[in-house]
C-alpha cells in the first residue's frame, strides 16, 4: 500500500490554494482553479461536474458545488472524501507566507487555512493516485460551497449526484489524529414583537413596550433555566440571544420620550439531543407566548408576536462500530498517530452529510485559530491529513 506523498507538491498546492480568493459566496475562481489543477494532472475533464446546489441556495452562490467522481480501480464500495472551498471573509487579499514550519498570513487577515487545507489536501491525494497509479476505490470527492455561511453546499447536495457512497471522510480542522465522531444541532430562531407607540410623558399607560416585554420574556427564560448552558435531568444544551433592537441593525425604538413598538431578536438553541433542541426552542416561544398574551395597555390592547424557527443543523452521534471510524483509526495507527475520538459543539458539513445518510467522521490538516487573523497551519499536520487520504483512498 503506497503511503507516500510528494510534500514539495502537496505543500506547492497549498500555497496555490490558499492564494487565490474565494470568500463564502464566491467561490468560483477557487472551483475553476481546482478543476484545472486536476485536469492538468491527467484527470479526465469529464470525470469533474458541478451541480446546481447554488440555485437551491437562498444567498447569492457564484457557483455550485464541485464534485469529482473517479471509478475505482479495484473492486470496492465507492467512498466520498469532502472539504469546503469557501472561506470566511476575514480572508479577503490574505498572502501566504512560510515561516519555519507553519504557514502565516503576512497582512492584517485570517488565512483561509479552514478550509483550504482541505482543498489541497484532496486535490493532492487525486493526484497522486493518478501519477503513480496507485489502485483505488471508486471515489467521490465533494468540493462544497457556502459552508461558512450556513453549511448551504452540503444542505443542498442531491445524494444521487454523489454515485450512493456508504461513507465519507470529511477534512475540516487542526490535528489530523482527531476524529469528529459527533457534534451538536443548531435550531436558528427570530422573535418580533409589535407593541404600541406612544408619547412616553403624555400617555405611557396607552402603549405597549416591545422592548419591556422582550426583557420579561428573556427574564422568564432565565428564570426557569433555559439561558446559556442548560442541564434538565440527563439532557443538556445552549442557548444565546444574540441580535436585541431593530431588525436592520438599528435600535429597538428611536427616542426616549417614545413607547418602543418594535423589538427584534434572534439567537439559537443546540443540544447533541436533537429532541432537545426542539424543547429549548419551544421555551423560548412559550416564554414570549405567555408574557405577551398577559401584557397589555390600559385600554386593554395587546402586543403581537411573531415567532420563526428553523433547523440549521442536524446533531449526530455515530457508532464506534461504523466503518469509516474504524478505517480512519487503523490509517492513522499506520502512520504512527494516536486516534482520538472527539464529539464537537459546532456544525459542519458532517452534520448535513450524516443526514442524508452517508455516515461521516470529520479529520483535521493543520489549520488552527481560525477565524481570526492569528491563523496559522502547521504544516506537518497538514501533511499527516495528505498521507492519510492517500492510505484511506486505496480501501477505503
Not at 95 to 120: H, M, Q, W
Not at 166 to 183: F, H, K, L, Q
Request: aromatic share 8%.
Amino acid at each position: 500500500m503506497n503511503t507516500q506523498i510528494d510534500k514539495k507538491q502537496c505543500l506547492n498546492d497549498l500555497i496555490k490554494f490558499l492564494s487565490i480568493e474565494g470568500i463564502t459566496g464566491e467561490e468560483k475562481n477557487i472551483a475553476n482553479a481546482v478543476e484545472e489543477d486536476l485536469v492538468n494532472s491527467g484527470i479526465p475533464r469529464e470525470y469533474i461536474k458541478y451541480d446546481n446546489s447554488n440555485k437551491k441556495i437562498p444567498l447569492p452562490t457564484q457557483v455550485g458545488n464541485l464534485i469529482v467522481k473517479l471509478p475505482g480501480t479495484i473492486k470496492s464500495e465507492r467512498i466520498m472524501f469532502s472539504c469546503h472551498l469557501d472561506t470566511v471573509p476575514l480572508c479577503k487579499g490574505a498572502v501566504p507566507i512560510i515561516k519555519e514550519n507553519k504557514i502565516i498570513p503576512k497582512g492584517n487577515t485570517a488565512l483561509g487555512g479552514d478550509n483550504r487545507t482541505g482543498v489541497a489536501s484532496l486535490v493532492s491525494m487525486l493526484k497522486t493516485l493518478y501519477k503513480n497509479n496507485i489502485p483505488h476505490s471508486p471515489i467521490t470527492v465533494l468540493f462544497t460551497v457556502r459552508e461558512e455561511s450556513g453549511l448551504w453546499g452540503a444542505r443542498k447536495v442531491e445524494v444521487k449526484d454523489l454515485d450512493k457512497p456508504v461513507r465519507c471522510y470529511n477534512i475540516d480542522g487542526g490535528s489530523t489524529n482527531e476524529i469528529v465522531i459527533g457534534a451538536v444541532g443548531c435550531d436558528r430562531w427570530e422573535i418580533e414583537i409589535f407593541g404600541k407607540a406612544e408619547h412616553a410623558g403624555l400617555a405611557p399607560e396607552k402603549g405597549i413596550s416591545s422592548s419591556m416585554i422582550a426583557s420579561l420574556a428573556l427574564a422568564d427564560i432565565q428564570k426557569n433555566g433555559w439561558f446559556g448552558k442548560i442541564v434538565k435531568g440527563e439532557k443538556s444544551g445552549t442557548s444565546n440571544v444574540g441580535i436585541f433592537g431593530g431588525k436592520n441593525g438599528g435600535s429597538s425604538g428611536q427616542s426616549p420620550n417614545t413607547v418602543t413598538d418594535y423589538t427584534y431578536i434572534k439567537g439559537e438553541s443546540r443540544s447533541y439531543d436533537q429532541n432537545f433542541v426542539s424543547e429549548i426552542t419551544d421555551a423560548f416561544e412559550q416564554s414570549f407566548t405567555k408574557i405577551c398574551d398577559t401584557f397589555t395597555n390600559a385600554d386593554g390592547e395587546k402586543p403581537n408576536l411573531k415567532f420563526s424557527r428553523h433547523t440549521d443543523y442536524y446533531s449526530f452521534n455515530l457508532n464506534f462500530n461504523e466503518k469509516v471510524i474504524n478505517n480512519a483509526k487503523s490509517k492513522l495507527s499506520t502512520l504512527g498517530l494516536e486516534p482520538k475520538l472527539v464529539k464537537i459543539s459546532g456544525g459542519f458539513d458532517a452534520n448535513w452529510l450524516v443526514k442524508k445518510d452517508i455516515p461521516t467522521i470529520t479529520f483535521g490538516a493543520g489549520h488552527n485559530m481560525c477565524h481570526t487573523v492569528g491563523e496559522y497551519v502547521e504544516i506537518d499536520d497538514y501533511f499527516n491529513a495528505c498521507n492519510l487520504s492517500l492510505l484511506l483512498a486505496q480501501d477505503g
